[in-house]
């Protein structure tokens, strides 16, 4: 994922997948699609407060990818996004949208709503760790809603540098048995 803030509330992104390996019923390794998205928020979280921090993602999938990596249809949709500070120096992000799913026909789209709950917390001054639970409901007309989990660290390797991964496992509907997921964030500018 690149992102890029415009100003102190405005940020537009671009995430892909650059490596995809696929096993099982259909074999192949590629890239992923590409998303472009634009994060507002709206509303900061004050501190001794119990309002969250609030925003907005509007975000369109730009399908790249060849099947069966990608489904070779675009998706458009937006994501609510709220961000609570609790004690102990927890962090819950609470995030729930819909999404338009494109279909085989290419001028149908299904609704798929989505929702994730992610709680972290700091570890010292150079590790952080959390842990998710997500659902979307099915994402094709014959299909089923998915619930999954994934837990990973963050390791600070200084102010602007961060590495992380996580393993990420399906809990109930498609998915994957277990995955692995791991990236370097690299902050430019001010």
């Given at each position: ?10 940020e ?20 992923g ?6 994060k507002y928020?709206f509303l ?5 407060s ?11 999938k ?7 990596i ?8 937006v ?10 120096e ?8 819909v999404?338009a ?5 290419g001028?149908d789209?299904?609704?798929?709503g989505?929702v994730?709950a ?17 659902f979307?409901?099915?994402?094709e007309?014959s ?10 660290a963050?390791?600070?390797l200084t102010s602007?540098a ?14 994957p ?5 791991a990236?370097?964030?690299?902050r430019?500018g001010?």
């Amino acid at each position: 994922m690149a992102r890029a803030g415009l100003t102190e509330r405005l940020e537009v992104r671009l995430d892909g997948e650059p490596l995809v390996r696929l096993r099982g019923a259909e074999d192949d390794t590629g890239h992923g699609d590409l998303t472009l998205g634009v994060k507002y928020r709206f509303l900061d979280a004050r501190d001794e407060s119990r309002w969250p921090a609030l925003g907005v993602l509007p975000f369109v999938k730009i399908p790249i990818a060849g099947g069966p990596i990608g489904s070779q249809q675009p998706d458009f949709g937006v994501i609510a996004l709220a961000g609570f500070e609790l004690p102990w120096e927890l962090g819950l992000d609470v995030n729930a949208g819909v999404v338009a799913v494109g279909q085989s026909r290419g001028d149908d789209f299904l609704p798929q709503g989505v929702v994730t709950a992610s709680l972290s917390r700091p570890l010292g001054e150079r590790w952080a760790v959390f842990v998710e639970i997500f659902f979307a409901s099915a994402a094709e007309r014959s299909g089923r809603d998915t619930v999954g989990f994934d837990a990973g660290a963050t390791y600070f390797l200084t102010s602007r540098a961060a590495l992380d991964a996580a393993v990420e496992t399906s809990l109930a509907g498609p998915g994957p048995d277990w995955a692995l997921r791991a990236g370097v964030s690299v902050r430019f500018g001010r």
